[in-house]
């Protein structure tokens, strides 16, 4: 029996190639986003292609009634691999950045992520089967201005996907977070500053970077990061973090911090 997977974000970019990659494997679809043309033509495009069922639902998930219509989906059917991938990032300062567009980055990044994965975790563990790929970011691990609220979402996901995974690896379920660097797509232009103000030298195609990740995904990876080539970084730094957690604490402040 064909495979069903959940897309948040289909309607471009790194979400719109998921749609194309798992039509290519065999999977049926349900595609996700506010732009319900621009879904309903992918739609055509991969039923014809590829055979397979898709169903497109048009919700705006930073506001109540898109998240819950999506919830109900996943709590009622059979999705067997849900791809949280809808997000946005508003480059401004802190200071700067409106009041509205700080709400909307917090229910779409990390909101709607949550319910989504609590809504689909369930059905998932109780099947022994399923996988949910959250897509986060390098920003994940990098402060810098103009960023902070989007940082701070995507150091959300992914501690949030990582700390899952620990609780369901006994089910059978996988929790990937996808950490995505630099990638061709419309995301610079609806944060505010067009992609032609970044060198697209150090950028690669959504194409690049799906594939990428869907080699992650195939040997199970739980952290995937497509963009680092030295792997051995990430490995230092992650161990320094277990460290940093387990290694010295030992109940008493820090001698640095006691007076003399
Ligand atoms: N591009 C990069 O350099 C980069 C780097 C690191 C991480 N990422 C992450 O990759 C993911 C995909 O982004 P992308 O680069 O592919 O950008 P994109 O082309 O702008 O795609 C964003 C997708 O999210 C959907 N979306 C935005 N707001 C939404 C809302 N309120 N409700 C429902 N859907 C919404 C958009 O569809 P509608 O507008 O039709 O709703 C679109 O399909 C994001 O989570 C982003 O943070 C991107």
Redesign the pocket.
């Known amino acids: 029996m064909s495979k069903t997977a959940l897309i948040?974000?289909?309607?471009?970019?790194?979400?719109a190639v998921y749609a194309q990659r798992l039509a290519a494997r065999g999977h049926d679809l349900v595609l996700?986003?506010?732009?319900a043309e621009?879904l309903a033509e992918l739609a055509t495009e991969l039923q014809q292609a590829h055979g397979i069922s898709v169903r497109t639902i048009a919700?705006?998930?930073?506001v109540e009634t898109?998240m819950a219509s999506i919830e109900t989906v996943l709590r009622n059917e059979e999705i067997d691999l849900l791809v949280n991938?809808?997000?946005?990032?508003p480059i401004a300062s802190t200071a700067d950045l409106s009041d509205e567009a700080a709400a909307q980055t917090l229910a779409?990044n990390v909101t709607a992520l949550m319910r989504l994965t609590r809504a689909a975790l369930p059905g998932m563990r109780a099947r022994k089967t399923g996988a949910i790929v959250n897509?986060g970011?390098v920003m994940a691990f990098h402060a810098m201005p103009a960023t902070s609220l989007y940082s701070a979402t995507k150091a959300f996901v992914l501690t949030y996907s990582r700390a899952i995974q620990q609780e369901v690896q006994a089910d059978g379920v996988l929790i990937q977070a996808v950490l995505?660097?630099?990638?061709i797509?419309?995301?610079y232009d609806?944060a505010g500053v067009p992609i032609a103000n970044f060198d697209q030298s150090a950028f690669m195609t959504?194409e690049q970077l799906v594939d990428a990740a869907l080699a992650g995904f195939d040997r199970s990876e739980e952290v995937t990061l497509p963009s680092v080539h030295d792997l051995d970084l990430w490995n230092t730094y992650d161990t320094a973090r277990q460290n940093l957690f387990g290694g010295t604490q030992n109940g008493s402040p820090a001698p640095r911090y006691q007076s003399a």
């Open positions: 948040t974000g289909a309607s471009s970019g790194i979400g996700v986003a506010r732009r621009r919700a705006d998930l930073s898109g991938n809808a997000g946005m990032g779409l897509v970011s995505p660097a630099g990638t797509t419309e995301f609806t959504a």
